[in-house]
């Protein structure tokens, strides 16, 4: 937590509202400059002027999530549990002083709820050799398989059996496109692993059947239930 407050800077090491200025005065000073651009200069420095009070907030909340955005980098190539900690720690200081931003406090909290959902995923990557990180590698590697099934299946959108038995399908397709598996490989799985992974792709499609059948007929799918509730013994 820095004690002076600065607006963002450039690479420069100008603020930026100091930076647009000096480029647009620069603009207007050359020779054959536009009225039109001399014109863009004095809006450009009335409102920096009149926004001159928001700039603080800013540069507080840009500082904290360039500062969240460092450590998860982790540029010294740390261990998962220190990354972990790290980031943790820095989650509770912009808690504590979440109203140094003030009229950004909100969107601060707001920053910290989204970072907390995600957290239980953000760390494998520096625990798993070649996972990749935690940027738009993984982004880039779901719409990858989009595109494969799209030219694999004829479909102009996402397979809705993705979400359902996604959990199987993208690991493997992306094994399989790494390397073919060979009858080795099969017979080295873990078949318990392999049946708790069934069940639950099993139970996932039961639920997609359950809501299909309400969609079709909902009055005799509530009347079916009201008859199971009704039973006084359980069906066979």
Same mark, same amino acid.
């Given at each position: ?29 050359? *020779?054959?400059?536009?009225?039109? !651009? #001399?014109?863009? @200069?004095?809006?450009?420095? &009335?409102?920096? $002027?009149?926004?001159? %009070? ?30 972990? *900690?790290?980031?943790?720690?820095? !989650? #509770?200081?912009? @808690?504590?002083?979440?109203? &140094?931003?003030? $009229?950004?406090?909100? %969107? ?129």
């Amino acid at each position: 937590m820095g004690a002076t407050i600065r607006p963002p800077t450039a690479s420069s090491g100008m603020a930026i509202p100091e930076l647009a200025v000096v480029i647009i005065a620069t603009g207007v000073h050359t *020779r054959g400059a536009s009225p039109a !651009l #001399g014109r863009l @200069a004095d809006l450009i420095g &009335r409102g920096l $002027d009149q926004t001159a %009070a928001l700039w603080p907030d800013i540069a507080w909340s840009y500082r904290q999530v360039h500062q969240a955005a460092h450590i998860l980098k982790n540029e010294a190539g740390e261990a998962a549990s220190s990354v972990r *900690r790290r980031f943790d720690g820095w !989650l #509770g200081a912009m @808690a504590r002083h979440r109203d &140094r931003a003030g $009229d950004l406090s909100g %969107a601060v909290d707001h920053f910290r709820r989204v970072a907390s959902s995600y957290r239980p995923g953000l760390f494998h990557c520096y625990a798993v050799p070649g996972l990749p990180r935690t940027n738009n590698d993984l982004e880039h590697e779901f719409g990858s398989q989009r595109y494969h099934e799209r030219r694999a299946s004829g479909r102009k959108t996402a397979s809705p059996g993705t979400v359902a038995r996604g959990e199987a399908r993208l690991p493997a397709a992306i094994a399989t496109r790494l390397r073919r598996p060979s009858g080795a490989d099969l017979g080295r799985a873990d078949r318990m692993q392999w049946r708790r992974l069934r069940h639950r792709l099993d139970r996932r499609r039961y639920s997609g059947v359950m809501r299909r059948r309400f969609r079709q007929d909902p009055a005799a799918y509530l009347a079916d239930l009201e008859r199971k509730a009704c039973q006084q013994t359980l069906p066979p």
